[in-house]
């Protein structure tokens, strides 16, 4: 074992100045305080003129979401927190994982909220004999044409309600990846575009296990929030 020549004074005043040199910063000099102040400076006016121009757009989305919040509360009472979760989905462009027993308005949150921004709404009931192409769609012979076209499943639409996805096996299932992530469908190496808005709303029950695939990781990435939906509590039970 080599022995070390350790100067305890000699470290001290090492450890001194240290300590002097970062409680005392060095001042910059009078141009350079200038330098700092103009960026500064610049960088504030260009956030002003950031907020100044858009908002007028915000102002207009948050009365668009009041008349939402006002048209869903006409036939649901209650359930503010879902409602604000299914909004923050449908303006960022996710997806959503309802979660509740039977009886607690997935099913209708979904339908009221396509009726009151007048888009398409689907329901696809997923089974676990579904198939893929009964979701997505399939190539069919045109006897007319001679030839073979694409004819589009329920998944072309604009807000869809996929009630009890984990009902359907893992293959049924992995046909919704490319959809939900890419907002597309790829068949015979053809590509197809959804419209916009597209927004998926997926329903599964927390109870009832029996018969269901549970949902591998990869699909619990494509959905940007999973809401648990419990019972109301007595009073919005009263006013129900």
């Known amino acids: 074992m080599s022995e070390n020549n350790i100067n305890p004074g000699e470290n001290n005043e090492k450890m001194d100045q240290k300590s002097d040199s970062i409680n005392s910063p060095q001042t910059p000099s009078s141009g350079e305080k200038t ?10 006016n260009i956030h002003k003129e950031i907020v100044s121009e858009h908002s007028e757009d915000v102002a207009k989305i948050a009365d668009a979401v009041e008349k939402i919040r006002k048209e869903v509360s006409k036939v649901i009472v209650g359930q503010e927190d879902v409602m604000t979760y299914l909004l923050i989905g449908l303006f960022t462009g996710g997806n959503v994982l309802l979660e509740g ?3 607690v308005a ?3 949150f979904a339908r009221m909220l396509a009726k009151s921004i007048s888009t398409d709404f689907t329901r696809i009931q997923f089974t676990p004999d579904l198939m893929p192409s009964d979701i997505i769609g399939t190539m069919i012979f045109n ?3 001679s030839e073979f ?7 072309f639409s ?5 009630d009890e996805i984990n009902r359907a096996p893992a293959k049924t299932q992995a046909a919704l990846m490319e959809v939900m992530e890419e907002k597309q469908i790829t068949v015979e190496g053809e590509k197809h575009k959804m419209g916009f808005p597209f927004f998926v709303i997926a329903t599964q029950n927390p109870v009832e296990q029996e018969g269901t695939y549970k949902l591998p990781e990869a699909q619990m990435d494509r959905f940007l929030f999973k809401i648990k939906v419990d019972y109301p509590d007595l009073e919005t ?4």
């Not at 330098?35 to 504030?44: A, F, G, P, V, Y």
């Not at 076209?149 to 329920?154: I, R, T, V």
């Not at 039970?237 to 129900?240: H, L, P, S, Y």
């Open 106 to 108: 997935k099913t209708l």
């Open 237 to 240: 039970e009263q006013k129900i």
């Open 35 to 44: 330098t700092m102040s103009e960026e500064q400076i610049k960088t504030d």
């Open 143 to 145: 006897v007319k044409k």
């Open 101 to 103: 027993v039977p009886g």
């Open 158 to 162: 604009n807000i869809i309600l996929i």
């Open 149 to 155: 076209e694409f004819k589009s499943g329920p998944i």
